[in-house]
């Protein structure tokens, strides 16, 4: 009779072994890649500055007919941002330094009223401020 030899289907020791560390390399890989993730989330920006705190210069906030202002009163000039886009520098005019112009946009300041004018166009008035 043929002694038959029993064959086992579990891996040995040795590829059990190799397939554990693999599996807990990997898991340990995950675990660290989201420990990772949830700390970059977790961190918190670093909070810009006020406006108007420590600055000499604040800026103020005007609508006039649909057009955005964002306007920094600098003594002798007005810096104006228009919708969003960069500021640009109106030099004061006249006596008074209440008005600001660079020949195109204009920026009057009467009385606490604030008016806006571009070209030749009739000033529209602005509110907030």
């Known amino acids: 009779m043929r002694a038959t030899q029993q064959m086992s289907i579990t891996p040995s020791n040795d590829v059990a072994d190799v397939v554990r560390g693999k599996a807990q390399r990997v898991l340990c890989s995950i675990v660290g890649t989201f ?5 970059v ?8 500055p006020s406006i108007g705190v420590g ?10 007919d ?38 195109r946009q204009t920026m009057t300041i009467d009385q606490g009223r604030t008016s806006w004018a571009v070209g030749r166009a009739a000033p529209v008035s602005c509110t907030g401020g």
Do not use: H
């Open 35 to 39: 420990a990772i993730w949830t700390l």
């Open 41 to 48: 989330a977790c961190q918190n920006p670093t909070p810009s």
């Open 55 to 64: 600055n000499p210069y604040p800026v103020s906030s005007y609508v006039c």
């Open 66 to 103: 649909g057009t955005r202002l964002a306007v920094r009163l600098m003594g002798e000039s007005a810096s104006v941002s228009v919708d969003g886009a960069a500021a640009i520098d109106l030099p004061a005019i006249g006596k008074s330094g209440t008005t600001f112009s660079n020949g």
